[in-house]
């Protein structure tokens, strides 16, 4: 099953466009998973639980792991999510960039190495450096195209041949990139209006769409804006709002991520 197919049966078996973002912050872990060799693990895992029939797709961002030197508990986090719960998607977020030959290294290490259903990837290094992703073509490759930071205006703002450079991206990618129609554009919800020029320009291509809960974007704009005609095509990203949430009384960490996991999906299937 490809990526794209994989993705289409978990919106519909789960109802849902919500991607619960995996970064484990080991500053904010609950005491016992910080002091504990295994507990960047136990933590991802009962997230992973606590919320499986409420996502359409996990995306773990590999940075939280490499920094602590964790990437064996991230592959026995994938493991865990193939074994258990192997109709949701998993998407590394990686973001990698580089010229063709070290991007096979970098394909191998997301597809091989974690078993990602799809890999995050920068397009500012032109089309043979995500050449080698596409070269798996049961996987799915999400270019970035309007990002949901501030910053992400210096570059992908900028006015070429009359149109800003994102959208560029978003008709590249649309047009030559997708030739096996495997690609997905990460678009941030911080910036619903260019959200709804991708719609425009990339018709039901699904988008990555990071910036609710804690970066603060509109659930109701974000979905109204990208939203395909037939209410789909989104997987809404939140991190750490779901991961941190803050229990209420009686809740543990695993029953607050659940309530405002389920909270969010329910706002956006509002939406939809
Ligand atoms: O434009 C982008 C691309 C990726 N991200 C990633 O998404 C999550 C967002 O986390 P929150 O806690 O929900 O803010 C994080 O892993 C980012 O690296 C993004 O935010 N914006």
């Known amino acids: 099953m490809t990526f794209i197919n994989k993705l289409e049966a978990a919106w519909a078996a789960n109802d849902s466009l919500l991607c619960v973002g995996l970064d484990p912050d080991m500053a904010r872990l609950p005491a016992q998973f910080q002091a504990a060799p295994d507990g960047i693990y136990r933590f991802c895992t009962d997230i992973i639980d606590a919320t499986a029939d409420l996502a359409c797709a996990f995306k773990p961002q590999i940075a939280y792991f490499a920094a602590l030197g964790a990437e064996q508990q991230l592959e026995r986090i994938c493991a865990y999510l193939r074994d258990k719960h192997p109709h949701i998607p998993l998407i590394l977020d990686s973001k990698r960039g580089d010229i063709g030959a070290t991007a096979k290294q970098y394909a191998r290490e997301a597809y091989d190495r974690y078993g990602a259903d799809a890999v995050t990837v920068s397009p500012y290094m032109g089309g043979d450096s995500v050449e080698p992703y596409m070269e798996w073509t049961d996987r799915g490759v999400i270019v970035l195209c309007r990002t949901s930071n501030p910053g992400g205006s210096d570059l992908q703002f900028l006015e070429v041949n009359g149109r800003p450079l994102y959208q560029h991206v978003a008709q590249l990618v649309a047009d030559k990139w997708n030739s096996n129609g ?74 607050a991520a659940r309530r405002v996991a389920l909270e969010t999906r329910d706002a956006i299937n509002a939406a939809r």
């Open 182 to 255: 495997q690609c997905a554009l990460v678009v941030g919800a911080t910036f619903p209006e260019e959200l709804a020029q991708v719609r425009a320009i990339v018709g039901e291509m699904p988008l990555l769409v990071p910036g609710i809960g804690a970066q603060g974007g509109d659930i109701v704009a974000t979905v109204t804006a990208g939203k395909t005609t037939a209410g789909k095509g989104m997987m809404i990203n939140s991190s750490r709002a779901i991961l941190y949430a803050t229990p209420q009384a009686g809740e543990d960490f695993t029953a």
